[in-house]
């Protein structure tokens, strides 16, 4: 009975000292808030939506509040720190615009692949870049990433995009409208943006400009990454690792479930099971699985080649 008693007491002991040790380790651990700037675009807003609904932020120790502007806003809001912003989107050739006026931004993961295809009536003779040519085409404005992606992409393929087709610009909803009031025979594609008119056969895409970046380069088209500036990541080395293992595991989760988007088909405007479909099949030529600077920094130095960027050394633009 006397040893009994003991087991007890010791087992007792050993509760209570876990306990303790539990409670005080837990009260330790801190959620550390961060605010990150993205743009308010479907595909953007994809990750960061499963950054939240999957709790990647909490996970890695930080409460990420996301603020979105508008695409043609993000480069001012990262790099002119608006609203105490100090980590966000930024797309690849701007990194190299904004840093030549002395900012400090360098990136530190992947976001999303550029979008290198064409949507054209389904019946029409469209096949290819080469056919494409002197055709009405919809584009977003001159000063957009996309319009600079595109315009890089084109001549890398042995296209002037001014020259060679009639060009419109106007937002992604105008051209769209344009397209279907056969104003213009081809718009720019955006990820996941066609997926119903395409499952329909109402639509098809002109994918030529892709392979012709990737057998030129033996790379993918980097268009937007996700940066933080310089200074802050020496001021912030721990909060930095968390945020990049935020977006690094985000991004592979969505690449390895492509399924996840149906949790998003409003956001992304599809509306069909068969458009769904579409866009699973999307998610690997939208979404990067990995970094890899080398990659993207392919795009600059096509960039500088054709002197649509600064000629200024951009190794040091990449964090690893």
């Not at 010791?10 to 808030?33: C, D, H, M, Q, T």
């Not at 056919?131 to 319009?147: C, M, T």
């Not at 933080?228 to 969505?254: M, N, Q």
């Not at 949790?263 to 405007?269: F, P, T, V």
């Amino acid at each position: 009975m006397k040893n009994l008693y003991k087991v007890g007491i010791v087992l007792l002991l050993a509760i209570a000292i876990g306990f303790y040790f539990y409670r005080n380790y837990k009260s330790e651990v801190v959620i550390e808030p961060l605010k990150v700037s993205s743009a308010d675009a479907p595909v953007d807003k994809l990750i960061t939506r499963v950054i939240k609904d999957k709790s990647f932020d909490k996970k890695n120790g930080l409460n990420i509040e996301f603020s979105y502007t508008a695409p043609g806003e993000t480069v001012r809001v990262i790099s002119e720190k608006v609203g105490g912003v100090e980590v966000g989107s930024i797309p690849t050739l701007s990194l190299v615009e904004v840093n030549s006026k002395g900012h400090d931004l360098v990136a530190f993961a992947p976001l999303i692949w550029g979008s290198l295809d064409f949507i054209v009536d389904a019946n029409s003779h469209y096949q290819s870049l080469d056919n494409l040519k002197g055709a009405r085409v919809a584009i977003r404005p001159k000063v957009s990433a996309a319009y600079k992606s595109l315009a890089l992409a084109m001549k890398v393929a042995g296209f002037n995009l001014e020259k060679d087709y009639r060009l419109t610009f106007g937002s992604i909803p105008d051209n769209l409208a344009s397209f279907f009031k056969k104003e213009v025979d081809a718009v720019l594609s955006v990820p996941f943006g066609g997926a119903d008119l395409i499952a329909e056969g109402k639509v098809r895409t002109v994918l030529d400009l892709e392979s012709r970046w990737r057998n030129t380069t033996g790379s993918r088209m980097s268009f937007a990454m996700m940066s933080a500036h310089k200074s802050w990541i020496d001021a912030h080395p721990e909060t930095f690792k968390k945020v990049s293992r935020v977006f690094l595991e985000a991004e592979k989760y969505v690449f390895e479930h492509p399924e996840i988007v149906a949790d998003y088909k409003d956001m992304l405007g599809i509306k069909t099971e068969k458009g769904l479909e579409v866009a699973k099949n999307d998610v690997k030529r939208v979404i990067p699985d990995s970094w890899d600077p080398e990659v993207h920094k392919m795009a600059i130095k096509k960039a500088i080649e054709f002197g649509l960027v600064p000629n200024i050394p951009y190794d040091d633009f990449f964090i690893k």
